[in-house]
């Protein structure tokens, strides 16, 4: 087991975010105090470094087994590790601080591929997930320990290795008095569900469907690359959903799953988004009613499973919403439409930017991975036990 306890009798660190938008990694400098439930997360800093557009698409091929290879995996791999640490460099210098002040660093990572259940029949694949941004690298070049790698402890016992940013609702974001769903919508839409004074065997969570991932592919294709997103929802707010195509969407099986369960590009990555596009087109829908349908289709999947998935089994009185998707005016309205009962806020309404929020829950995994304090929920990932989720890499 890890000895390791802060030197000050607090933690200074940077949790590293980069979603499944592959626009870019999100670096938040944390002040980090206490242990367990009772630990405090405080934002310091919040930097952003977009990818650029030739990155993103070398990514987005990665991400498609039929256009990926290894040798591009494996330098992508010490690639990313390097642009990471460039991310955390440039963070601590903007908060005012230095690397001797920072204890350590924690990092997602850039999935490029999550596989909680291998096809059937397939030889040789057992539960995993991949997500790059070399440790090793991170280390060597910000001289600091970094935590990562949190997923494959979750598979390794039998969980879904996601959604792991419940963890960290509960400790930072539980409420006594009202059940609290946390909605964010980055490339996949994720949610964890707090019921009022909730204790951990008490919260659940799991993948809702797309977030921002398809929008984002409709908007590009439409727009032949011009616009890389719906800026705030004004496209979608031009248009309007089409009620036949949407309903051919909901069909999909993921939406009608149970949880626990989790999901990625592999189910609504390109190739989902070019069926979307080539039915709209079948349907003679303008580029703006075919933009409102994919963003209703995220409005849509995340509101019927707080009906359908999430009210059934507790009382929830506010829908608090994180990521990008907390940007776009139209899927707030959509969403808010839907569920007229629910109070729709963002996450900056009760404290924590919407923007920086994963990256500061990463910082409190690696936080309470360094104390040796299991940081998963058995009850969201289906694993058969608590685990300690993280690998180490010292500089």
Known sequence: MLSWRPRRGYALAVGLMSGTSLDGVDAAVVRLEGEGLDTTAQLMHFHTRPYEEPLQEALRRLCDPAQSDVQTICGM???LGERFADAVL???????????EIDFVSSHGQTIWHM?????GAPYLAPSTLQLGDLAVIAARTGKPTVGDFRPADLAVGGQGAPLVPYGDLVLLRHPERGRLLQNIGGIGNCTVLPAGADPDDVFGFDTGP?????????QRLSEGKLRFDEGGELAARGTPDSRLLAELLLHPYFLQPPPKSTGRELFGAAYAESLLKHAAELGLSDADTIATATALTARSIADACRYLVMPRCRIDEIIVSGGGAHNRTLLRQLAELLPELRVLSSGEIGLDSDA???VLFA???Y????????????????????????????
């Open 116 to 120: 909680p259940e291998p096809p059937a």
């Open 357 to 359: 929020k994963e990256a």
């Open 364 to 366: 409190l995994l690696g």
């Open 211 to 219: 977030g921002n991932m398809v929008i984002d592919h409709v908007v």
């Open 90 to 100: 440039e963070a601590v210098r903007e908060a005012g601080l230095t690397m001797d």
């Open 77 to 79: 791999n010490a690639w």
């Open 368 to 395: 309470h991975f360094l104390l040796g304090i299991p940081n998963n929920l058995p009850k969201v990932t289906g694993a058969s036990r608590p685990a300690l989720l993280g690998k180490l890499a010292l500089p």
